[in-house]
T-cell receptor, first 118, second 111 residues
Protein backbone atom coordinates (compact mmCIF):
# COMPACT_ATOMS: atom_id res chain seq x y z
CA UNK A 1 0.00 0.00 0.00
CA UNK A 2 0.87 3.66 -0.22
CA UNK A 3 3.11 5.21 2.41
CA UNK A 4 2.50 8.36 4.40
CA UNK A 5 5.19 9.72 6.68
CA UNK A 6 5.03 12.24 9.50
CA UNK A 7 7.70 14.24 11.20
CA UNK A 8 8.47 14.54 14.01
CA UNK A 9 7.13 11.39 15.62
CA UNK A 10 7.29 12.94 19.06
CA UNK A 11 7.74 16.49 20.29
CA UNK A 12 7.84 18.13 23.68
CA UNK A 13 7.56 21.89 23.86
CA UNK A 14 6.97 24.66 26.34
CA UNK A 15 3.65 26.37 26.64
CA UNK A 16 3.38 29.33 24.28
CA UNK A 17 5.68 28.00 21.59
CA UNK A 18 4.70 26.85 18.10
CA UNK A 19 5.17 23.37 16.70
CA UNK A 20 5.16 22.34 13.05
CA UNK A 21 4.20 18.83 11.98
CA UNK A 22 4.87 17.58 8.45
CA UNK A 23 2.85 15.00 6.58
CA UNK A 24 4.25 13.56 3.36
CA UNK A 25 2.89 11.10 0.84
CA UNK A 26 6.01 9.21 -0.20
CA UNK A 27 4.98 7.30 -3.28
CA UNK A 28 1.85 9.01 -4.50
CA UNK A 29 0.36 12.43 -5.02
CA UNK A 30 -2.42 13.71 -2.84
CA UNK A 31 -4.37 16.89 -3.57
CA UNK A 32 -6.16 16.39 -0.29
CA UNK A 33 -4.85 15.33 3.09
CA UNK A 34 -6.69 15.09 6.36
CA UNK A 35 -5.59 15.99 9.86
CA UNK A 36 -6.99 14.11 12.83
CA UNK A 37 -6.43 14.42 16.55
CA UNK A 38 -6.78 11.64 19.05
CA UNK A 39 -6.86 12.02 22.82
CA UNK A 40 -6.06 9.02 25.04
CA UNK A 41 -8.62 6.23 24.78
CA UNK A 42 -10.75 8.21 22.38
CA UNK A 43 -11.55 8.02 18.71
CA UNK A 44 -9.94 9.92 15.86
CA UNK A 45 -11.53 13.31 15.41
CA UNK A 46 -11.19 15.15 12.14
CA UNK A 47 -9.65 18.59 12.56
CA UNK A 48 -9.36 19.82 9.01
CA UNK A 49 -9.11 18.95 5.37
CA UNK A 50 -5.96 20.20 3.70
CA UNK A 51 -6.26 21.14 0.05
CA UNK A 52 -3.26 21.62 -2.21
CA UNK A 53 -3.04 25.18 -3.41
CA UNK A 54 -6.04 26.46 -1.49
CA UNK A 55 -7.29 27.10 2.01
CA UNK A 56 -7.91 24.29 4.40
CA UNK A 57 -11.40 23.42 5.53
CA UNK A 58 -11.74 23.28 9.30
CA UNK A 59 -14.23 21.30 11.33
CA UNK A 60 -16.54 23.09 13.68
CA UNK A 61 -14.81 23.98 16.91
CA UNK A 62 -11.28 23.87 15.49
CA UNK A 63 -9.59 27.27 15.55
CA UNK A 64 -8.07 27.97 12.16
CA UNK A 65 -5.81 30.67 13.58
CA UNK A 66 -4.39 28.25 16.11
CA UNK A 67 -3.96 25.26 13.85
CA UNK A 68 -2.39 26.58 10.68
CA UNK A 69 -2.42 24.26 7.71
CA UNK A 70 -0.35 24.65 4.57
CA UNK A 71 -0.53 22.27 1.63
CA UNK A 72 2.13 23.67 -0.66
CA UNK A 73 2.71 20.65 -2.87
CA UNK A 74 1.03 17.45 -3.93
CA UNK A 75 3.06 15.46 -1.43
CA UNK A 76 3.35 17.72 1.61
CA UNK A 77 0.96 19.20 4.11
CA UNK A 78 2.02 20.89 7.33
CA UNK A 79 0.11 21.54 10.53
CA UNK A 80 1.43 24.25 12.82
CA UNK A 81 0.12 24.41 16.35
CA UNK A 82 0.60 28.03 17.33
CA UNK A 83 1.00 29.18 20.92
CA UNK A 84 0.59 25.64 22.15
CA UNK A 85 -0.94 24.99 25.57
CA UNK A 86 -1.07 21.84 27.67
CA UNK A 87 -4.59 21.09 26.46
CA UNK A 88 -3.20 20.80 22.93
CA UNK A 89 -1.20 17.77 24.00
CA UNK A 90 -2.49 14.94 21.86
CA UNK A 91 -1.73 12.45 19.10
CA UNK A 92 -1.93 14.16 15.71
CA UNK A 93 -2.35 11.93 12.68
CA UNK A 94 -2.61 12.77 9.01
CA UNK A 95 -4.06 10.69 6.22
CA UNK A 96 -4.10 10.88 2.46
CA UNK A 97 -5.68 9.22 -0.51
CA UNK A 98 -4.05 8.81 -3.87
CA UNK A 99 -5.23 11.43 -6.33
CA UNK A 100 -4.48 9.61 -9.57
CA UNK A 101 -7.45 8.34 -11.50
CA UNK A 102 -7.96 4.72 -10.78
CA UNK A 103 -6.58 5.20 -7.32
CA UNK A 104 -8.65 3.32 -4.80
CA UNK A 105 -10.60 4.89 -2.00
CA UNK A 106 -8.22 3.77 0.70
CA UNK A 107 -7.00 6.45 3.07
CA UNK A 108 -3.52 5.81 4.36
CA UNK A 109 -2.48 7.11 7.73
CA UNK A 110 0.85 8.47 8.75
CA UNK A 111 2.51 7.09 11.90
CA UNK A 112 1.32 10.04 13.96
CA UNK A 113 2.98 12.76 16.01
CA UNK A 114 2.71 12.75 19.76
CA UNK A 115 2.73 16.30 21.10
CA UNK A 116 3.33 17.07 24.75
CA UNK A 117 3.07 20.68 25.84
CA UNK A 118 4.54 21.44 29.24
CA UNK B 1 -22.55 11.86 11.98
CA UNK B 2 -20.47 9.42 13.96
CA UNK B 3 -21.13 5.73 13.24
CA UNK B 4 -22.01 3.51 16.17
CA UNK B 5 -19.76 0.60 16.95
CA UNK B 6 -20.59 -2.41 19.08
CA UNK B 7 -19.49 -3.94 21.28
CA UNK B 8 -17.35 -1.38 23.06
CA UNK B 9 -14.96 -4.04 24.27
CA UNK B 10 -14.52 -7.77 24.00
CA UNK B 11 -12.16 -10.30 25.50
CA UNK B 12 -11.38 -13.48 23.61
CA UNK B 13 -9.26 -16.52 24.17
CA UNK B 14 -6.95 -17.52 21.37
CA UNK B 15 -8.84 -19.37 18.69
CA UNK B 16 -12.23 -17.82 19.43
CA UNK B 17 -14.22 -15.75 16.98
CA UNK B 18 -15.57 -12.22 17.25
CA UNK B 19 -17.86 -9.90 15.34
CA UNK B 20 -17.64 -6.12 15.48
CA UNK B 21 -20.48 -4.05 14.11
CA UNK B 22 -20.58 -0.55 12.70
CA UNK B 23 -23.82 1.17 11.83
CA UNK B 24 -24.82 4.54 10.51
CA UNK B 25 -28.08 6.45 10.37
CA UNK B 26 -26.99 8.06 7.09
CA UNK B 27 -26.49 6.52 3.66
CA UNK B 28 -22.90 5.47 3.18
CA UNK B 29 -20.65 5.16 0.20
CA UNK B 30 -17.88 3.25 1.91
CA UNK B 31 -16.84 1.71 5.20
CA UNK B 32 -13.17 1.46 6.17
CA UNK B 33 -11.83 -0.77 8.91
CA UNK B 34 -8.65 -0.07 10.85
CA UNK B 35 -6.84 -1.65 13.77
CA UNK B 36 -4.86 0.48 16.18
CA UNK B 37 -2.42 -0.81 18.73
CA UNK B 38 -1.52 1.20 21.78
CA UNK B 39 0.70 4.15 20.97
CA UNK B 40 0.59 3.56 17.23
CA UNK B 41 -1.34 4.95 14.28
CA UNK B 42 -4.29 3.04 12.82
CA UNK B 43 -3.43 0.35 10.30
CA UNK B 44 -5.72 -0.19 7.32
CA UNK B 45 -7.49 -3.54 7.21
CA UNK B 46 -10.03 -3.28 4.41
CA UNK B 47 -12.53 -1.09 2.65
CA UNK B 48 -16.04 -1.94 1.54
CA UNK B 49 -17.94 0.07 -1.00
CA UNK B 50 -21.67 0.48 -1.39
CA UNK B 51 -23.36 -2.10 -3.46
CA UNK B 52 -23.16 -4.57 -0.65
CA UNK B 53 -20.06 -6.65 -0.68
CA UNK B 54 -17.94 -8.89 1.40
CA UNK B 55 -14.21 -8.98 1.63
CA UNK B 56 -11.64 -10.91 3.50
CA UNK B 57 -8.09 -11.95 3.82
CA UNK B 58 -6.62 -14.58 6.04
CA UNK B 59 -8.97 -14.93 9.01
CA UNK B 60 -10.38 -11.41 8.94
CA UNK B 61 -13.34 -10.56 6.75
CA UNK B 62 -16.04 -7.94 6.57
CA UNK B 63 -19.41 -7.31 5.03
CA UNK B 64 -21.38 -4.20 4.18
CA UNK B 65 -25.17 -4.25 4.11
CA UNK B 66 -26.12 -1.18 2.14
CA UNK B 67 -29.81 -1.44 2.98
CA UNK B 68 -29.13 -1.43 6.68
CA UNK B 69 -26.10 0.91 6.44
CA UNK B 70 -24.26 -1.57 8.58
CA UNK B 71 -20.90 -3.21 8.30
CA UNK B 72 -19.55 -6.11 10.30
CA UNK B 73 -15.96 -7.19 10.82
CA UNK B 74 -15.43 -10.89 11.41
CA UNK B 75 -12.38 -12.19 13.22
CA UNK B 76 -12.04 -15.94 13.19
CA UNK B 77 -9.66 -18.16 15.11
CA UNK B 78 -8.28 -15.10 16.84
CA UNK B 79 -4.59 -14.72 17.51
CA UNK B 80 -2.80 -12.72 20.18
CA UNK B 81 -1.74 -10.27 17.46
CA UNK B 82 -5.37 -9.37 16.84
CA UNK B 83 -5.47 -7.42 20.10
CA UNK B 84 -6.02 -3.71 19.68
CA UNK B 85 -8.76 -1.19 19.10
CA UNK B 86 -10.77 -1.56 15.93
CA UNK B 87 -12.26 1.51 14.31
CA UNK B 88 -14.67 1.79 11.46
CA UNK B 89 -14.51 4.94 9.38
CA UNK B 90 -17.35 5.89 7.11
CA UNK B 91 -17.63 8.10 4.05
CA UNK B 92 -20.86 9.31 2.52
CA UNK B 93 -19.43 9.90 -0.94
CA UNK B 94 -16.52 8.91 -3.10
CA UNK B 95 -13.47 11.01 -3.73
CA UNK B 96 -11.56 13.10 -1.25
CA UNK B 97 -14.02 12.76 1.59
CA UNK B 98 -12.78 12.59 5.15
CA UNK B 99 -13.70 9.59 7.21
CA UNK B 100 -15.87 9.82 10.28
CA UNK B 101 -14.79 7.28 12.86
CA UNK B 102 -16.73 5.33 15.40
CA UNK B 103 -15.64 5.27 19.03
CA UNK B 104 -13.81 2.01 18.55
CA UNK B 105 -14.01 -1.54 19.87
CA UNK B 106 -11.27 -2.68 22.20
CA UNK B 107 -10.37 -6.30 21.52
CA UNK B 108 -8.18 -8.26 23.88
CA UNK B 109 -7.05 -11.75 22.97
CA UNK B 110 -5.63 -13.78 25.81
CA UNK B 111 -3.78 -17.06 25.79
Amino acid sequence: GAVVSQHPSRVICKSGTSVKIECRSLDFQATTMFWYRQFPKQSLMLMATSNEGSKATYEQGVEKDKFLINHASLTLSTLTVTSAHPEDSSFYICSARETASGGDETQYFGPGTRLLVL
Amino acid sequence: QQPVQSPQAVILREGEDAVINCSSSKALYSVHWYRQKHGEAPVFLMILLKGGEQKGHDKISASFNEKKQQSSLYLTASQLSYSGTYFCGTARSSGNTPLVFGKGTRLSVIA
